[in-house]
């Protein structure tokens, strides 16, 4: 029930396409979403996160829009550059006790070809 | 502002051997949390640490503890290593404990021989 399902496991987008990322959760007490880029050899970066309450949520190429009641959520990035490529992460998480703990999904490995 | 930064950047073990992996959280963060990343995997929560105390804990056996001291850096320390092990140890920092944004170090890759 803490898993988080990431879909799809590589993508590969031309520039200037749409970049689209699913997930999909179980545990309904998960009440914050983000979404981090990793580089090789980097630490995860956050990128934009969202709540339930919360249909969309858009920063700048970055958008996510979220389905409370399907469970699931999902990344778009628009006008997709080379530089976006990398690797995606969603993750939830849910406060147990005080500590706030991330589930993270499996990864998408993006890459857009010039 | 400082980011998260870990030490040492890469180590490399034999089984059997112990380990310490080091973090310096965010400049005003109080809360660090330490993730292991497997190769081609997403990070996974051992446990996270607040005021000097463990106060979450992932499915992470005992032989991973941790200290955290009043400046807020962190250890995460591995005994009996196994070569399941090998993987980016990732430390995050967080503001406050229940803070919801979590700010990564660079990690620390462990090759366990």
């Known amino acids: 029930q803490q898993q988080v399902k990431q879909s799809p496991q590589s993508l590969i987008v031309q520039k200037g396409g749409i970049s689209i990322i699913n997930c999909a959760y179980e545990?309904?007490?998960?009440?914050?979403f983000p979404w981090y880029q990793q580089f090789p050899g980097k630490g995860p970066a956050l990128l934009i996160a969202i709540r339930p309450d919360v249909s969309e949520k858009k920063e700048g190429r970055f958008t996510i829009s979220f389905n409370k009641s399907a469970k699931q959520f999902s990344l778009h990035i628009m006008d997709s550059q080379p530089g976006d490529s990398a690797t995606y992460f969603c993750a939830a998480s849910s406060a147990s006790g005080s500590a706030r703990q991330l589930t993270f999904g499996s990864g998408t490995q993006l890459t857009v070809l010039p | 502002e400082t980011g998260v930064t870990q030490s040492p950047t890469h180590l490399i073990k034999t089984r059997g051997q112990q380990v310490t992996l080091r973090c310096s959280s965010q400049s005003g963060h109080n809360t660090v949390s330490w993730y292991q990343q497997a190769l081609g995997q997403g990070p996974q929560f051992i446990f996270q640490y607040y005021r000097e105390e463990e106060n979450g804990r992932g499915n992470f056996p005992p032989r991973f503890s941790g200290l955290q001291f009043p400046n807020y850096s962190s250890e995460l320390n591995v005994n009996a290593l196994e070569l399941d092990d090998s993987a980016l140890y990732l430390c995050?920092?967080?503001?406050?404990?229940?803070?919801?944004?979590?700010?990564f170090g660079p990690g620390t890759r462990l090759t366990v021989l």
């Open positions: 545990n309904t007490a998960f009440d914050y």
């Open positions: 995050a920092s967080s503001l406050i404990s229940g803070g919801n944004e979590q700010f």
